[in-house]
């Protein structure tokens, strides 16, 4: 099907909102413990801060090559930088990274619901349900899954942000004390925190699409920034209440924290289950676009059409998805997908960029 969606341009705020909800994911609620863990210290919400600037420093680099070859998307221009073999090697690497990326989603997704709300459900029944809606959402292109994002996104900060509020009276400052212990615990903390990034490689492919290139740096900020901000406040609110060693022991800690909010003569008292609906839509929003980039990278590579495209990398992701036998499987396979994004959505293109640079060459 062609979506008359696919001709929208997107804009600055589309752009902004498209990166935030990319970022978060998965690492919105998983975030404390692998900071604490990582860091073993107090301190580890600076970590957060320190990589959310570093990450903006990186999109400001990508930027700058999507800059020398105005309105091509990455698979279309890394052919022009290095030839059309190496290109389309490297379009195929990053489509088998973003299948990949899809295949964690989805796990992550069909194990939260398995763990909080459908306990006799299988994970796999789970998982084909919400590749199908993904799929629906994908199939109306590229503009359709932004406009989404745009109708939720209040919703998702919102309540997050409703939770650290809730709790705040639970909150012990001596928790997370001293505010600074030295470097090196710090850049631990931001080896972890890395990986929480994952997804702001994606402006490599929509600034192409934008209404107003010239205002991608503004969306970039304040695509970043504002899931940097919001993690920092979680990792805080959560070392602050449940403590920096409890957390540690946590599989999910912001859930946890939102388990433990208790309301007095409040018609409903479980507060969690306001928020597993808003953080099952977090991860979708992340599903939703790194399946779409894998459809073009098929679409790019073997010329077929976008229904073939989309269709083909089902059973890739389903596959993929039902690998890990339990959940430390899936979360040690989520650390080798934001490996991965290191080397195939920064490395890479920051050395293409400098192969432009030094041949002078731009479109």
Excluded: C
Aim: hydrophobic share 55%; aromatic share 14%.
């Amino acid at each position: 099907m062609k979506s008359a969606l696919d001709t929208t341009r997107l804009t600055q705020n589309q752009v902004t909102i498209g990166i935030s909800l990319t970022v978060l994911g998965v690492g919105m609620i998983t975030l404390p413990r692998e900071v604490f863990t990582a860091a073993g210290i107090a301190s580890g919400w600076v970590s957060v801060l320190l990589t959310g600037g570093l990450a903006i420093g990186v999109m400001f680099l990508l930027i700058t090559l999507n800059n020398r070859y105005p309105g091509l998307s990455y698979f279309q221009y890394n052919r022009l930088i290095v030839g059309s073999w190496i290109g389309g090697f490297l379009t195929l690497i990053t489509t088998a990274y973003y299948i990949t990326f899809a295949a964690f989603e989805t796990r992550a997704m069909a194990e939260l619901i398995q763990m909080f709300i459908l306990d006799r459900t299988p994970v796999s029944f789970t998982m084909l349900i919400f590749i199908g809606t993904t799929v629906y959402l994908v199939l109306g292109g590229y503009s359709a899954i932004f406009r989404l994002f745009e109708l939720y996104f209040p919703a998702i900060i919102t309540f997050t942000l409703l939770i650290m509020i809730l709790s705040a009276n639970q909150f012990e400052i001596n928790h997370i004390r001293p505010f600074f212990e030295g470097f090196t615990p710090i850049m631990k903390g931001m080896s972890a925190t890395i990986l929480s990034f994952v997804g702001i490689e994606i402006i490599l492919f929509i600034q192409a699409h934008m209404r107003n290139p010239q205002r991608v740096k503004k969306a970039a900020v304040y695509g970043v920034a504002i899931p940097t901000l919001l993690y920092a406040i979680i990792v805080i609110m959560v070392g602050g209440i449940m403590g920096v060693g409890e957390t540690m022991t946590l599989v999910y800690p912001l859930m946890e924290l939102a388990k433990s909010i208790e309301i007095r003569n409040f018609f409903f008292e479980r507060f969690e289950t306001f928020f597993i609906p808003l953080w099952i839509l977090s991860i979708f929003t992340t599903l939703a676009v790194v399946f779409y980039l894998a459809a073009l990278g098929i679409k790019t590579i073997f010329k077929v059409k976008k229904e073939t495209a989309v269709f083909s990398i089902i059973p890739l992701i389903y596959i993929i998805a039902m690998t890990p036998k339990n959940i430390n499987e899936m979360f040690t396979m989520g650390v080798w997908v934001g490996y991965s994004m290191i080397v195939i959505g920064i490395a890479i293109p920051l050395t293409l960029l400098l192969v432009s640079l030094v041949r002078g060459q731009r479109q």
